[in-house]
């Protein structure tokens, strides 16, 4: 089996006993790409903060094509009852990929406090290659991915992710977004919403429709005026990271 790559490893940074913010990252990625914000409000509160590595993440194409999204929320869940035996609080945020998980824990436990969902991928700007991937997997296991100076920038700040798209995987991927777009109704945990206006791989109706369709949670939505998809690598993480603060600390004061 390949072994991890190190820029991949998951972290946890252990503090508070009260709060704890697990942050799960995106689809091909790993979390090194939501390690900044989590630094952040590590270094500003000391919560704990944990982002584990999902499973077929972080190693080969070839290994996530061997994985589908039940595993990668068998993942989360995990993580959720590790921190469960140490903290009173929990809160989840998910990046892309990771907000689907974020809500998808929401709805299904009532054991988080709070969720934050950062460029959710309801709808995305590859329609047509949503639409194909169920044929396509089974010509091409994988679909190289545009890699534009914002791509490699990222990847040089130290973003370790899959260059391809393991189209099996995506699939999985998609039948994770059918099954939270039906249950977000039920979401009842207090819910942040983040949505890049210049989101390269996210469509902006994304969090008009979870908003929409939260009827049970109080939702509060921020619009990123200067941010790609993978904001929490960008010019506004300070202001996601205080965000989400805000957001933790209304959420404690409420209880």
């Not at 952040?40 to 061997?66: A, F, W």
Request: charged share 20%; aromatic share 10%.
């Amino acid at each position: 089996m390949v072994s991890i790559f190190p820029q991949a490893e998951s972290f946890l940074l252990t503090g508070d006993e009260d709060t704890a913010c697990l942050f799960i990252h995106g689809f091909t990625a790993s979390p090194s790409e939501v390690y900044p914000v989590a630094r952040l409000i590590y270094e500003k509160t000391g919560y704990t903060v944990s982002g584990p590595l999902l499973p077929g993440h972080g190693r080969s194409p070839q290994d996530m094509n061997r994985t589908g999204w039940q595993d990668w929320f068998a993942r989360v869940e995990q993580e959720i009852k590790y921190l469960q035996r140490k903290h009173t609080r929990i809160f989840a945020a998910g990046l892309s990929m990771g907000g689907l998980l974020a809500l998808h824990a929401g709805i299904r436990t009532d054991a988080l406090q709070g969720v934050i969902a950062i460029n959710t991928p309801i709808f995305t700007n590859s329609p047509r290659l949503m639409a194909i991937a169920p044929l396509l997997k089974f010509l091409k296991p994988y679909f190289p991915k545009k890699m534009d100076q914002a791509a490699i920038e990222i990847e040089e700040q130290g973003r370790f992710a899959y260059r391809v798209m393991p189209v099996k995987a995506l699939v999985s991927m998609n039948r994770l977004r059918d099954i939270v777009m039906k249950d977000i109704p039920r979401l009842k945990a207090p819910l942040l919403l983040f949505q890049s206006q210049d989101d390269e791989s996210v469509d902006h109706r994304s969090a008009s429709y979870i908003k929409d369709k939260a009827v049970k949670a109080m939702v509060t939505f921020i619009e990123l005026t200067d941010s790609g998809h993978i904001a929490t690598m960008g010019q506004e993480k300070y202001f996601i990271a205080e965000e989400i603060l805000v957001f933790i600390n209304q959420t404690i004061d409420t209880d």
